[in-house]
């Protein structure tokens, strides 16, 4: 079974305006850690946040936000006023504790195009 | 701290010769270090995992004698594609799990090799 699921395949924005990137995950854990990577061009892969399961906080770093909601397993990404270099290819990601960091899930990833 | 290299960051070969892709912790020792593989627009797959000293464990679907993979010391894990074939292009990317040090144990990521066979 999938484990995360990142429905958007593509999104498009103009320039400045904010954009919510959806992930959803599954798991059978009740320990486990939610990742963001940023993937531009370049291919190299950027960390962006990991959550643990214990702590729903949703967290803001500068323009990024992340909401994370066990409840509908769900765990979102938003950029505020969104920028060119913005333009990425942007990867959920989940790990189980009983597994450790040895298996990494990661969803199909979603494409977002600044518009400038 | 926690910084993954990756050598070559592309390869162009031609089909049938056997490609060395050089995975290095530059500032940690890594106990496991993990390789994967993406295709253009697709996520990333976990081709396998090699721990220093011992076998690499590989997914299923992944040829263990096509994909060698070598993890000699902390710091260095290779992964040789042997008789690259076109299909084999890829970009393949390396991460590196400091182990015990670490309060969780979390993955670093090089900036990936560009495999591309003729």
């Known amino acids: 079974a999938q484990k995360v699921t990142q429905a958007q395949t593509e999104i498009s924005v103009v320039e400045k305006e904010d954009v919510t990137l959806d992930c959803v995950y599954e798991?059978?854990?009740?320990?486990?850690?939610l990742f963001w990577y940023k993937q531009p061009p370049s291919g190299e892969l950027v960390f962006l946040i990991r959550?643990?399961?214990?702590?729903?906080q949703n967290e803001i770093s500068g323009r990024y936000s992340w909401n994370f909601q066990k409840s509908t397993s769900s765990f979102n990404f938003t950029i505020t006023a969104s920028q060119v270099v913005d333009s990425a290819v942007y990867f959920c990601a989940l790990s189980e504790y009983e597994t450790g960091a040895n298996n990494l899930f990661f969803g199909t990833g979603t494409r977002l195009t600044v518009i400038p | 701290g926690a910084v993954v290299s990756q050598h070559p960051s592309w390869v162009i070969c031609k089909s049938g010769t056997s490609v060395k892709i050089e995975c290095r912790s530059l500032?940690?020792?890594?106990?496991?270090m993990f390789w994967y593989r993406q295709f253009p627009k697709q996520s990333l797959m976990l081709m396998a995992t090699?721990?220093?000293?011992?076998?690499?464990?590989?997914e299923q679907g992944v040829e263990k004698d096509k994909f060698l993979i070598n993890h000699a010391s902390l710091t260095l894990s290779t992964l040789t594609v042997t008789s690259a074939h076109p299909e084999d292009s890829s970009f393949y990317i390396c991460?590196?799990?400091?182990?015990?040090?670490?309060?969780?144990?979390?993955?670093?990521f090089g900036p990936g090799t560009r495999l591309t066979v003729l």
């Open positions: 500032d940690f020792q890594a106990t496991t």
């Open positions: 798991t059978r854990d009740t320990t486990y850690y």
């Open positions: 090699s721990n220093e000293g011992s076998k690499a464990t590989y």
């Open positions: 959550r643990n399961s214990f702590d729903e």
């Open positions: 991460s590196a799990n400091p182990g015990l040090s670490s309060s969780y144990n979390e993955q670093f």
